[in-house]
């Protein structure tokens, strides 16, 4: 049984930081692309941060979002199949529901974690 476990989330204050987990289970997790997304309410899902699979050739590589170059950052621990985002120096407009997500290769499919929310609010 394929599972994504978020957590992390939490309130915190502008300027302040969070650390995302997203601990996976039931996959061959190097194969995986992770990313994580975020839904406000109202809002359409969007993409955040993305990292590239253990076995690519573009292993480590990154993109982010406009909006979160230069505060986030997604890492991964291919042991641990954990995926994180660092989020600094976070605004009321990060406030969402963050969800991590493995992007299989190919045809294998996607999964998604539960969510966890992020309150940016003093």
């Known amino acids: 049984q394929v599972q994504l476990v978020e957590s992390g989330g939490g309130l915190v204050q502008p300027g302040g930081s969070l650390r995302l987990s997203c601990a996976a289970s039931?996959?061959?997790?190097?194969?995986?692309?992770m990313a994580w997304y975020r839904q406000a309410p109202g809002k359409r899902r969007e993409l955040v941060a993305f990292?590239?699979?253990?076995?690519?050739?573009?292993?480590?590589?990154?993109n982010y979002a406009d909006s979160v170059k230069g505060r986030f950052t997604i890492s991964r621990d291919n042991a641990k199949n954990t995926v994180y985002l660092q989020m600094n120096s976070l605004q009321p407009e990060d406030t969402a529901v963050y969800y991590c997500?493995?992007?299989?290769?190919?045809?294998?499919?996607?999964?998604w974690g539960q969510g966890t929310q992020v309150t940016v609010s003093s």
């Open positions: 997500n493995a992007d299989g290769p190919g045809l294998v499919p996607d999964y």
């Open positions: 039931g996959i061959f997790f190097q194969i995986y692309a």
């Open positions: 990292i590239a699979s253990g076995g690519a050739s573009n292993y480590g590589t990154t």
